[in-house]
């Protein structure tokens, strides 16, 4: 056996898929970035039943109304991990078991997008699920504990997560609602809508991509949809880029983003461009 290394042809001639989150406010229209996906070729994981936006859209569909089935799909559509124990999700034993209900996982091959609409709602529906499981309760008094739901919560949701993320062949778009907030300091600041701290936390940097759709100011006051693409920019949106390839706005149109993101790589060079601080210079006193 011979060590199992890829080459960089061989990585280069993978075919890998986006993975990113799709934040904003409600009603800016992220459900409706499915019209700007290829219906033939995404899957639409709807958790929230609220697709009268994309009524007409001819995409399919799955519903999943529980936690379990969040995790099944997830294991269906990703595959096994091998490292896991066979108690485990998302282990080659959970696989296994879900491909006995739902069949080969091969119908899923057309499938190039999976548009999960939203992260918010899955994040109910995992709190609801962690609050009937023995970790939720006391072991000193029996009575609920807060403390063990949440925590149970973070760890079912980052692996849930993780599980899609390594889902290389295919693009994963998690949609989720963006709250606007003031800290202690008055400050405006942006978070997930999500139950927990954790996932907030700890999905930006699963993910490759974090795109807001905000509404942003012109020049003439009027007020126009984009997309926020890159970390450091004016309004202190949630942002990151991975690919390198993405302006600090782009047009509110995800279709055409995925296809830039997997476009040509821009120079090593120009991907590390930086600033550097102006020179002071520190005056001496004539004596």
């Known amino acids: 056996m011979t060590l199992p290394i890829i080459s960089a042809d061989q990585r280069l001639a993978e075919r890998r898929g986006v993975k990113g989150v799709l934040v904003g406010k409600a009603g800016l229209g992220k459900t409706s970035q499915l019209w700007t996906l290829e219906a033939g070729s995404t899957l639409f994981f709807d958790l929230e039943a609220g697709d009268l936006a994309v009524e007409g859209w001819a995409g399919d569909t799955i519903r999943p109304r529980t936690w379990p089935e969040c995790r099944d799909f997830a294991v269906f559509i990703g595959g096994p991990n091998p490292a896991l124990r066979d108690d485990q999700p998302f282990s080659p034993a959970h696989f296994d078991a879900v491909c006995a209900r739902f069949g080969d996982p091969g119908v899923l091959e057309r499938y190039q997008t999976v548009f999960v609409d939203s992260i918010t709602v899955a994040g109910r529906l995992c ?26 919560m973070g760890q079912e949701m980052i692996g849930w997560l993780t599980h899609l993320q390594h889902t290389r062949n295919k693009n994963v778009w998690f949609v989720g609602i963006l709250d606007e907030k003031l800290d202690d300091f008055n400050r405006r600041v942006f978070a997930l809508q999500i139950d927990g701290a954790k996932t907030g936390l700890e999905l930006p940097g699963i993910v490759d991509e974090v795109v807001t759709l905000a509404e942003l100011p012109a020049d003439d006051g009027s007020r126009y949809r984009a997309f926020v693409c890159q970390t450091l920019n004016p309004w202190g949106f949630p942002a990151k880029d991975r690919s390198g390839r993405l302006d600090p706005i782009e047009p509110p149109h995800l279709g055409q983003l995925m296809q830039k993101i997997a476009g040509p790589a821009r120079p090593p060079l120009e991907r590390l461009d930086f600033s550097r601080p102006v020179p002071v210079t520190i005056p001496t006193q004539e004596t």
């Open 127 to 152: 709190l609801q699920w962690c609050k009937g499981q023995p970790q939720a309760y006391s072991e000193k008094t029996g009575k609920p504990d807060s403390r063990g739901a949440y925590g149970l």
